[in-house]
T-cell receptor
Framework: DAKTTQPPSMDCAEGRAANLPCNHS???????VYWYRQIHSQGPQYIIH???NNETNEMASLIITEDRKSSTLILPHATLRDTAVYYC????????????FGPGTRLSVLP | GAVVSQHPSWVICKSGTSVKIECRSL??????MFWYRQFPKQSLMLMAT?????????EQGVEKDKFLINHASLTLSTLTVTSAHPEDSSFYIC??????????????FGPGTRLTVT
């Protein structure tokens, strides 16, 4: 079973920031938070991951609460091409660990 | 970044026939490859894990005699759906993990193969 809870769907206006929440209240100290997205009929695309510090890259920012029980993925200026299903996954960074996908959040960016 | 390809990107086959899907890691060696299946409006479900040179490990409920997996080289894994039926129609996605010596904690996903069985 997935260890995360995400809203099933969200809308965001084009050009605005999209803030996608994720609850992972049972996260362990050595589990990372990963975000992937899947555009329709494509394979999952890596976005960002982090352990406890906030992270930023060219695609997004990841904000992790101090107690690590939740996180938010921020797409600073959403475009229509950001419409996708976004998956939040917690995972130990261990060679034996796989990625377990939950249902994710379907983000619709509206013009 | 690391690139994983799949071939074909889509395939239509008749019921009762077999179809092979290839997954290749293009710029790295993958000791482990994973096969997922995704039905419409559902999430990815892991079918099996394959390690180069050894038998695949199948998830519960996945028929190993129906979904044959071969991982004969460090850059290629194949999934053969044998005696396909319409209920096997799905989106099949592979992912590949580099060797542990290369710091292989990540998985890189292929673009997926859409299988339609008529």
């Amino acid at each position: 079973d997935a260890k995360t809870t995400q809203p099933p769907s969200m809308d965001c206006a084009e050009g605005r920031a999209a803030n996608l929440p994720c609850n992972h209240s049972t996260i362990s100290g050595n589990e990372y938070v990963y975000w992937y997205r899947q555009i329709h009929s494509q394979g999952p695309q890596y976005i960002i991951h982090g352990l406890k510090n906030n992270e930023t890259n060219e695609m997004a920012s990841l904000i992790i609460t101090e107690d690590r029980k939740s996180s938010t993925l921020i797409l600073p200026h959403a475009t229509l091409r950001d419409t996708a299903v976004y998956y939040c996954i917690v995972r130990v960074e261990d060679y034996g660990q796989n990625f377990v996908f939950g249902p994710g959040t379907r983000l619709s960016v509206l013009p | 970044g690391a690139v994983v390809s799949q071939h074909p990107s889509w395939v239509i086959c008749k019921s009762g026939t077999s179809v092979k899907i290839e997954c290749r890691s293009l710029d790295f060696q993958a000791t482990t490859m994973f096969w997922y299946r995704q039905f419409p409006k559902q999430s990815l479900m892991l079918m099996a894990t394959s390690n180069e040179g050894s038998k695949a490990t199948y998830e519960q409920g996945v028929e190993k005699d129906k979904f044959l997996i071969n991982h004969a080289s460090l850059t290629l894994s194949t999934l053969t759906v044998t005696s396909a039926h319409p209920e096997d129609s799905s989106f099949y996605i592979c992912s590949a993990r580099p060797s542990i010596l290369a710091g292989g904690y990540e998985q890189y996903f292929g673009p997926g193969t859409r299988l339609t069985v008529t």
